[in-house]
T-cell receptor
Framework: TQLLEQSPQFLSIQEGENLTVYCNSSSVFSSLQWYRQEPGEGPVLLVTVVTGGEVKKLKRLTFQFGDARKDSSLHITAAQPGDTGLYLCAANAGGTSYGKLTFGQGTILTVHP | EPEVTQTPSHQVTQMGQEVILRCVPISNHLYFYWYRQILGQKVEFLVSFYNNEISEKSEIFDDQFSVERPDGSNFTLKIRSTKLEDSAMYFC????????????????FGPGTRLTVL
């Protein structure tokens, strides 16, 4: 069974601070996705990383895929209250797994004004 | 922007009853999925579906569950005899490509159906 461990589980910071969320596994993945989920809603795709070492930026969010494709990080610069939410990483093992995504347990981010 | 839609948003049922959850995937997508999320727990994969058949299913997806694409737009999840532990958010997702060919699998999720079994 492939597991994705996210850390930290909870993060409470002040507006303007920087933060990093980590997603780690002992397994290699063909791709990894970051989602954001609001209460009572479905996960919304933020980014997909595919290549080991890949870095993608989405405004103040920077996503990195580890060289070995086993881990990823999400860095937010100058966090704003609008960034508050649940951030999920999810990975696809590839191979014979037809698109099955394995999710991490999520990081609940609260940004205080 | 195209999106996955799900109905109903909330379904309340009695234990032992059958429920059908409905999804309309993004129109040009070929791969469809169901996931569930029990309150406070991880999102869990249930089943993937392609070319009118199940591609993969998890241990959760036992004989009580079935999926169907009854027409060109809908994708349904049926639970034949609901149990209390089936109470969860059920998410439908769809994708255009799959990781099996080494190509990126970007799955887009619907807003979910909250199933409450009493």
């Amino acid at each position: 069974t492939q597991l994705l461990e996210q850390s930290p589980q909870f993060l409470s910071i002040q507006e303007g601070e920087n933060l990093t969320v980590y997603c780690n596994s002992s397994s290699v993945f063909s791709s990894l996705q970051w989602y954001r989920q609001e209460p009572g809603e479905g996960p919304v795709l933020l980014v997909t990383v595919v290549t080991g070492g890949e870095v993608k930026k989405l405004k103040r969010l920077t996503f990195q895929f580890g060289d070995a494709r086993k881990d990823s990080s999400l860095h937010i610069t100058a966090a704003q209250p609008g960034d508050t939410g649940l951030y999920l990483c999810a990975a696809n093992a590839g191979g014979t797994s037809y698109g099955k995504l394995t999710f991490g347990q999520g990081t609940i981010l609260t940004v205080h004004p | 922007e195209p999106e996955v839609t799900q109905t109903p948003s909330h379904q309340v049922t009695q234990m032992g009853q059958e429920v059908i959850l409905r999804c309309v995937p993004i129109s040009n997508h070929l791969y469809f999925y169901w996931y569930r999320q029990i309150l406070g727990q991880k999102v869990e994969f249930l089943v993937s579906f392609y070319n009118n058949e199940i591609s993969e299913k998890s241990e959760i997806f036992d004989d009580q569950f079935s999926v169907e694409r009854p027409d060109g737009s809908n994708f349904t999840l049926k639970i034949r005899s609901t149990k209390l532990e089936d109470s969860a958010m059920y998410f439908c997702a769809s994708s255009e490509l799959t990781g099996t060919s080494g190509r990126v699998d970007e799955q887009f999720f619907g807003p979910g159906t909250r199933l409450t079994v009493l």
